[in-house]
Every structure is written in structure tokens, then in C-alpha cells.
């Protein structure tokens, strides 16, 4: 069958050495259509229609393709930049620097709207009194994914979009993220969490 093949497998870590030889062998023979979707990745709620509509929620390491042990120290100089991490060949987990080009682009172009307007869908996003609609001004439609929490929780569905970047915190245990969020008009990157939650990841064409 024609397209990218993307193989699921379930939240079980002797599977790292399993996997590792599998990319080696996709590698070797050039197998460019597959890819394998690595552990702790959700839909939210759990629910497959969640996953179709707002995509895959990610902890830190798993964004990076990164063994899980990642979620709780640092990787270093694993994080060669571009990092491809879970995206398809010829793209890559945004830096804190892609995303800045992205939010100054817009606040030039936007004619003074706030940028987390310019970047949110026109619907989906639960309205606020005083926030202006999205507007998906330059096609960047996001979603208001939600998030889940490290103890298994899920939250904010309709309210908050948090985008992983390809940096983490000194603590090794915290990752820097850029988020929207319902309650006001922009978006913000100075945020750092767990990397045990789970946000979206956003792509960039190399």
C-alpha cells in the first residue's frame, strides 16, 4: 500500500532494544514509508475520535524519540538540532528559535491582532468573554488539544493547545514548551513543565 506506515506499540521499555535494531534494519534497507510510534504517546481521553480530530498528545522523550528514561534527566547532546524525533523524514521538533520566527512573522503580518488569534482554528476553541475568535489567519490551525497529566489525567480539552520544542530545563526533568490558550490572544514560550506530560508536537519542513 502506497503512503507512510506508522507502526503503534504499547508503554514497554524492553522494547528500546528491540526497536533500535528495527530503525537500524528500516535504515539499512531503506525503508523510508515506516516509522514506528514510540510508547507513552495518548489520545486524549483515550479516545481514538480525540486523536483524528486534535492528533497525539506526547511526553518530552517520546517527542524526541527518545528512550522514556529521558522524561527524568538530561539528554544533552542527544538533542542534535534539527531533531527529527517522532516526525517524518524531512522535518523536524521545532527549537525555541523556530517558533520565535513563527510569532514574529505573524505579529508583523497580523495587522495587530494578537498572535495566538492569528494562529488558533476559527472554531473547536471554547470562547472566552473579551478574547477575540481565532481567526487561522495563515493556515496555522491549531487545536485546542488539551494535555495530559503524569498521574493520568486528562485536562483543558477546548482551552489549551502546548506545542514540545527540542530544548530542556538544567533539572533534567523539565522541558521547555510554547503554548495557546483560550483566556488570552498570544502565544507564549517561556513556559517549562514536566516532561512527563504529554502536549502536541507541531512539525517543521526542513
Not at 498528545?57 to 531533531?83: D, I
Not at 528559535?97 to 472554531?123: P, W
Not at 533539572?171 to 483566556?183: D, M, P, T, V
Request: glycine share 8%; aromatic share 14%.
Amino acid at each position: 500500500l502506497p503512503g507512510l506506515k506508522i507502526i503503534l506499540k504499547g508503554n514497554h521499555d524492553y522494547w528500546w532494544t528491540t526497536v533500535k535494531k528495527m530503525n537500524e534494519y528500516l535504515e539499512l534497507n531503506d525503508f523510508k514509508n515506516i516509522m514506528f510510534l514510540y510508547n507513552n504517546s495518548y489520545c486524549y481521553e483515550n479516545k481514538t475520535a480525540n486523536c483524528t480530530k486534535f492528533g497525539r498528545l506526547y511526553t518530552w522523550a517520546v517527542a524526541m524519540a527518545l528512550p522514556t528514561n529521558y522524561n527524568n534527566e538530561l539528554a544533552g547532546n542527544l538533542l542534535n538540532k534539527p531533531l527529527q524525533g517522532i516526525c517524518p523524514e524531512g522535518y523536524h521538533v521545532p527549537s525555541f528559535e523556530d517558533f520565535q520566527i513563527l510569532a514574529d512573522f505573524v505579529d508583523k503580518a497580523n495587522e495587530d491582532e494578537g498572535i495566538g488569534t492569528s494562529l488558533k482554528t476559527t472554531e473547536v476553541w471554547n470562547q472566552v468573554e473579551n478574547i477575540a475568535i481565532g481567526t487561522n489567519r495563515f493556515g496555522f490551525s491549531a487545536l485546542p488539544a488539551g494535555q495530559r497529566t503524569p498521574n493520568g489525567q486528562f485536562n483543558s480539552l477546548g482551552d489549551d493547545q502546548s506545542f514540545w520544542i527540542a530544548e530542556e530545563s538544567h533539572s533534567g526533568n523539565q522541558a521547555s514548551y510554547w503554548n495557546l490558550y483560550s483566556e488570552n490572544d498570544k502565544f507564549i514560550g517561556t513556559y517549562v513543565n514536566s516532561k512527563n506530560y504529554a502536549y502536541s508536537v507541531r512539525c517543521v519542513k526542513h
